[in-house]
């Protein structure tokens, strides 16, 4: 029994990378494919927020690239770490956007941040030396 489920955790960190990395490819390519205006029912501190960034003119077409390449590092195995690194800032943002400004899309936020953590603490180890106050200089030349 225990055999049988351990063999079955392994497979948990490749499900999480696949559940974080095609949503992210896909709505990324949504973002940079077929941009869309904020929904008229926003509440207005979240509307004027999603506005300035789309009248930028960069930052939405920019996160949405992040989101694609990011996904498709996820999907593909590839630098995972430095996807799930340029991947927090965004689910940060996101998790706080809707923590105050539109609480409506906070359940799938939450479990976007879920896998983002989980896969982070899988990927612990390459972390570890990120989160040293003091890093001693490489002697690399």
């Known amino acids: 029994m225990s055999g049988t489920s351990t063999s079955f955790l392994r497979f948990l960190p490749a499900v999480g990378r696949w559940l974080l990395g095609l949503p992210m490819v896909a709505f990324g390519s949504l973002g940079l494919f077929h941009p869309m205006s904020p929904p008229p029912e926003l509440a207005p501190a979240a509307r004027a927020f999603s506005e300035a960034l789309t009248a930028t003119g960069y930052m939405m077409p920019m996160i949405a690239l992040v989101q694609i390449s990011t996904g498709l590092l996820l999907i593909s195995n590839r630098f995972v770490p430095l996807a ?9 943002n996101s998790l706080l956007y809707h923590a105050f400004l539109e609480p409506v899309g906070l359940p799938v936020t939450l479990v976007f941040v879920a896998l983002e953590l989980s896969l982070a603490w899988v990927h612990r180890s390459t972390f570890a030396h990120v989160l040293h106050a003091v890093n001693p200089p490489s002697n690399h030349s």
């Open 84 to 92: 799930l690194l340029l991947l927090a800032p965004f689910f940060l």
